[in-house]
């Protein structure tokens, strides 16, 4: 048995164990914690599995951002654990029992897969030179399934508009969440000064190398999100008005440029979001672009929550 078999096998079992402990932890905050940590280790199994496009997204979404929403929403929710006190037994036997028949469900659906399994993949490559990228994920993802990803942003947007909605009439228009302030000589201030500029950088650098390698628009407006997140936590910076015009045109540009797109290409190409073939890659890198902008804000003002405080400083 070589030493990776030994790994896969004991990371396998962590994150088995690890997932079962965040379920039946009684702690709100315990199992956000270990919910963070479950993400992060699904990460490392993604780039077992060599999908490193997944590995990334998981670690930004499931152990980054997500992470901090969890804590977020476990903070306001602090009678939660009281409240899990009283739940009656046979409902926890129940939600487990539904869980063990859902992941036998999964199991078996696996197992009866033909091998090999039916597969677009062959089709993926054999036309991946129509768009020349390189990478095929980004050419999965920005050409056959162009449609279901230009959709993904606008449910973003929708989420977006949602949280909006729950702000009261006083704080319409005005700055998602509270004013943030911390230590000055703390810790957190200084990582908040450090890594942003390190963070912008990786951010840019991942979405410009998703057209041939693992990256791209969601991964590096994730990382982007997160340095704004980590400004915005410390009280270096502050959430913006949702009033403002900029702020609204950043949520709207990417979604309103892959439409315009989309409809180019059904006005020149007889087919909606048809790329062509001389304009493939740039129509591509400019949507990829405009679509990472408005996912750091979007996942940003996303963990900000509803507008809660007046638009003056």
């Known amino acids: 048995m070589s030493i990776a078999t030994v790994f896969e096998i004991v990371l396998a079992a962590v994150v ?18 270990g919910f963070v940590a479950y993400g992060l280790l699904v990460a490392l199994v993604w780039v077992r599995l060599d999908a490193v496009d997944v590995a990334l997204t998981e670690a930004a979404i499931g152990g980054g951002l997500g992470g901090v929403l969890l804590l ?18 046979t409902l926890r036997a ?23 399994a039916p597969t677009l993949a062959p089709a993926a490559v054999a036309k991946a030179g129509a768009t020349s990228l ?16 230009m959709l993904e942003k606008i449910v973003l ?13 006083f704080a319409w228009g005005g700055r998602p969440g509270p004013r943030h302030e911390a230590d000055p000589r703390g810790v957190l201030v200084f990582l908040a000064r450090l890594l942003p500029p390190i963070g912008i950088v990786v951010g840019i650098h991942v979405l ?23 400004a915005i936590m410390t009280g270096l910076a502050d959430t913006p008005s949702v009033s403002l015009r900029w702020i609204r045109l950043i949520l709207v540009a990417g979604p309103g440029l892959f439409l315009v797109v989309g409809l180019v290409g059904l006005l020149f190409d007889d087919a909606f979001l ?6 493939a890659k740039p129509l591509i890198l400019g949507i990829e672009v405009t679509m990472t902008l408005t996912i750091a804000a979007t996942l940003g003002l ?8 007046s638009a003056q400083p």
């Open 16 to 33: 088995l164990g690890l997932g079962v402990w965040t379920i039946v932890v009684p702690e709100t905050f315990s199992a956000t914690v």
């Open 72 to 89: 977020g929403a476990a903070a306001r929710l602090r009678d939660a654990d009281l409240m899990a006190e009283k739940t009656p037994g």
């Open 94 to 116: 129940s939600a487990a029992a539904l869980s063990v028949l859902m992941a036998a469900a999964l199991a078996g659906a696996v197992l009866v897969l033909p091998d090999p």
């Open 134 to 149: 390189s990478n095929p994920v980004t050419n999965v993802l920005m050409a056959f399934r162009a449609m279901d990803t």
């Open 157 to 169: 947007l929708l989420a977006v508009v949602g949280v909006w909605s729950l702000a009261s009439d």
């Open 208 to 230: 410009w190398a998703g057209a041939d390698q693992p990256g791209g628009a969601f991964q590096g407006g994730a990382i982007l999100a997160s340095m704004w997140l980590l």
């Open 274 to 279: 048809s790329y062509p073939p001389a304009l």
């Open 302 to 309: 996303l963990l900000a929550g509803a507008p809660e405080r």
